[in-house]
């Protein structure tokens, strides 16, 4: 039996069409912008077409001195309003916690507070104009799922009531070309100009004709090997650890000077290098014999380092491994944990997390009865960071839990999570089919058993890595009244020798993170 399409559903599917064609125009014109300012002054009103809104306004993050700023038409000239990220303005609350914002009335303080007791609406820029902000819809613009780059702000929604959540998704999806594009031209703006460049400004070389001339990509960073033949360009990495080295074979014709792509061979070769290797695996790919020069330095150095590596430190029960709980911590996280809470209680550490990265081996004992040396905990940790303690919200240390979640491809909209490693006392629960950002199961962060409150502070414990916003975590930039010492490893060191000096440590199997 054939379907009948209603006229009403005729008319509502056209209408989707003409609007999608619209975003795609638009966002067309922000990917060819050429500077910030096009997007910032000449685009605004074109953006503000796709709402029912009477005003829309455009941050850009200025990150040195802290501020969002946006460039206004205020009678014959542009103006810079600039909001620090703070929750004085709605724009900067958003740019500080990358939180949307949907209210009903700005100069509502309940409506404020309901948000966070802190909010306030700046109110500077109606006084100025006259203009009287009602209604208002912010979102972030972030670029890679981790770099601020600025607020999308729509002002008084036409006819009676609040913005919808077609709305949200609207502005969320336009906050993704702007991200995309601001980040782009940040970039241009500070890319080193290099012979290249000249070539290419100076019309001696056409930008297609320079990305032809790359035959070869050699990449690396991200400890995964690879082979790939993509447009007849080779492009290779080989493994982290010294596993894998990449060999690339070329051919250049002796007439032309120029590379024979289509004769290039690349190859990863496994380095057998025999450490912790299986008798199947040595038998595949036999230890090579070490360069006598080579081998006659590493000795010297070996020998000098004897004294520390060899020290006993400790005893353990079991391995203290990475192997994960279905909440995502593991024995050796929580004993990592615990020892870096442990050091920093003189700063007044209440909690202590560290990151799954870096936590790069399982904790073996290599003497007998359980003997652990510094070498085998500077296996586990091998970095030689230093411990960082600051103060956090009860809100901010829910956002840090948050933000183990990151988009992985905004394509599918999965996502990669980094699971931090929590101390001892502090426990919580998550959702395995949460939304994104909504993850963190409310009131379910304890810290000795009691509820976490979102307005108090506490005293928490990372390594400087992250402190700084490594891997996503850029929330713990905001924390204050920084205190640091002593390095992860030490601390390691000092716990262990401490709990095993009565009687050899066992792993704590119990799980502080609860998978719901």
Known sequence: MEAKILPDSVSELQQKIARAEEVKRISNQIHAAKDLDQILLDMNRDILGLFDAEE???????????????????????????????????????????????????????????????????????????????????????????????????????GEGRFTKKDEESVAEIAKSLGIAFFNLRKLAKKTVTKFDY?????????????????????????????????????IQAASYGRLISVVD????????????????????????????????????????????VASIVEHYRKLAAPLAQRPIGYIVA????????????????LVADAQLAASRTHGAQIAFTNPGGLRADLRASGANGLVTYADAFLSQPFGNTLVTLTLTGLQLRQLLEQQWSIKSSATGSERARMLQPSRGFAYAWRSNGVHGERVVADSMRL?????????????????????????????R???????????????????????????????????????
């Open 319 to 334: 391995d203290f491994d990475r192997r994960t709980s279905a909440g995502g911590d593991s024995t050796l996280g929580r």
């Open 448 to 476: 000795d058993g009691r509820p976490i409150e979102l307005e108090e502070t506490y005293r928490v414990t990372v390594n400087n890595f992250l402190a700084e916003g490594g891997d996503g975590f850029r929330v713990l």
């Open 56 to 158: 829309l306004t455009l941050y850009a993050v200025d990150p040195d001195k802290k501020e969002v700023y946006a460039k206004l038409p205020y009678l014959e000239a542009i103006e810079e309003m600039r909001l620090p990220i703070d929750e004085q303005s709605i724009a900067g609350f958003t740019a500080k916690y990358l939180r949307p914002v949907n209210i009903q009335d700005a100069y509502t303080k309940a409506d404020l507070t309901r948000i966070h007791p802190a909010l306030c609406h700046d109110s500077s820029w109606d006084k100025k104009t006259g203009f009287r902000t009602k209604q208002v819809l912010t979102y972030p613009i972030v670029a890679e799922n981790k770099y601020l780059m600025g607020v999308v702000q729509l002002l008084n929604k036409k």
């Open 199 to 235: 070539l290419v400004a100076s019309n001696k070389i056409t930008q297609s004709e320079l990305d032809a001339a790359i035959h070869i990509v050699l990449s690396a960073h991200t400890h995964r090997g690879y082979n790939c033949l993509i447009d007849g360009r080779v492009i």
């Open 250 to 293: 070329i051919e250049i014709d002796r007439v032309t000077g120029r590379i024979v792509r289509e004769r290039t061979r690349a190859r990863n070769v496994t380095v057998p290098n025999g450490v912790r290797a299986g008798p199947a695996l040595r038998a595949a790919y036999p230890p090579l014999a070490p360069d006598p020069k």
């Open 478 to 516: 905001e924390g204050t009244d920084r205190a640091a010492g002593p390095a992860d490893i030490e601390a390691v060191v000092a716990y262990l020798s401490q709990a095993s000096s009565t009687q050899p440590l066992a792993p704590d199997r119990t799980p502080r993170i609860t998978r719901r």
